[in-house]
């Protein structure tokens, strides 16, 4: 049996998981990985067959998408070239994780595709949603990488096809324990503006930063470039985590015990969406990173109560399962899968 597993490469999030999954789809059939987009800082890893350029959204430095930029790297004719030059008759099934390379080629095909993200539960009509619905941001979510046979992780079970999230092994791995400073990851925001602010605070912040390749201080924050490592050394220490409302870095925080503050990045509904399922929660949410917030930022530090969850690691079942329900082969089923499908 032959898989085509395809990953977004916009973002570390996909990324990581994807390192949880490949070896375990490995067990179950002979896998090739695609991945298109151009803005991870996490590496793979794993053999990669196909590496497109996809389309991908630019981080800027001001808390959001930097449409310019996004507009100035899009590259419409290599995306469509990229689209009908994948040839996929030589796999049973295609696995999807948000990326528009390999969904379009299904569409265009007529191939089944499974969607596998994050993506595919926040679109569903059962998870939360910001008090005011943006119907073109869903519908891009909804198109993006469409699949017409979706399963989905989310911060929690909101319907029978969503999971909650794929920690990876080296999150379980952490003994975590409480140190004096917390650990931020704000890549939407310059260092610039994330010092201005949290200068004000009396607090210690270890930043993972993509807009410096080197370490320096200033005042009572340290700013370090993006490294695995190194971010997951601190987060072990921290008392907490301060980060964008995406997905796998608060399902982590949730699961190390670590007190919690999401900023979603602005004209970002999907963040958006995951910050209304996080306050839904009692997880600390802020509009934006600014002055005006200070004081929110402040009563976070001071914050003695806070929601955690333990996540069970179900990551092996969730794949079983789906190879079975469109493979129908009963030698992939395990004795011990307890999961089940509508």
């Not at 796999?91 to 999807?96: A, E, G, M, R, S």
């Not at 998870?127 to 619905?133: D, T, V, Y």
Request: with cysteine; net charge positive.
């Amino acid at each position: 049996m032959k898989v085509l597993y395809a990953i977004q490469g916009t973002g570390n999030g996909h990324v990581s998981r994807a390192r949880e999954i490949i070896p375990i789809l490995n067990k179950y059939a002979s896998v090739d990985v695609l991945i298109s987009g151009i803005q991870a800082d996490v590496e793979l890893e794993y053999s990669i067959q196909y590496h497109f350029y996809g389309l991908s959204f630019i981080f800027g430095k001001n808390g959001g998408i930097d449409i310019w930029q996004t507009i100035k790297k899009f590259k419409p004719i290599r995306l469509i070239r990229e689209i009908m030059s994948l040839q996929l008759s030589q796999y049973d099934l295609i696995i999807n994780d948000f990326e528009p390379v390999s969904a379009w080629a299904c569409v265009f095909r007529f191939k089944k595709c499974i969607g596998l993200s994050h993506q595919s539960s926040v679109i569903h009509p059962f998870s939360p949603r910001p008090q005011k619905f943006e119907f073109l941001s869903h519908l891009i979510l909804k198109y993006y990488a469409p699949s017409k046979i979706n399963y989905g992780f989310h911060f929690r079970r909101y319907s029978e096809n969503t999971f909650t999230p794929v920690i990876r092994k080296e999150i379980r791995n952490l003994k975590p324990k409480k140190g004096d400073y917390f650990t931020v990851y704000l890549p939407a925001y310059s260092d610039e503006r994330i010092a201005k602010v949290l200068m004000r605070v009396e607090a210690k912040f270890q930043v993972f930063t993509k807009h410096s390749n080197k370490k320096y201080n200033r005042d009572n924050i340290e700013f370090t470039p993006i490294n695995n490592t190194s971010y997951l050394k601190s987060l072990e220490s921290s008392l907490g985590l301060i980060c964008g409302a995406g997905f796998e870095g608060p399902a982590e925080a949730l699961f190390l015990k670590k007190k919690l503050l999401v900023i979603p990045m602005m004209s970002q509904y999907e963040q958006k969406c995951n910050a209304a399922a996080l306050e839904e929660m009692g997880v600390s949410v802020l509009k934006k990173l600014s002055l005006k917030y200070i004081s929110d930022i402040e009563n976070f530090i001071l914050q003695q109560d806070y929601f955690s969850i333990n996540y069970e690691n179900e990551t092996e079942d969730i794949l079983v399962s789906i190879l079975h329900q469109h493979i129908h082969n009963p030698q992939l089923i395990s004795a011990n899968s307890r999961l089940s499908f509508s």
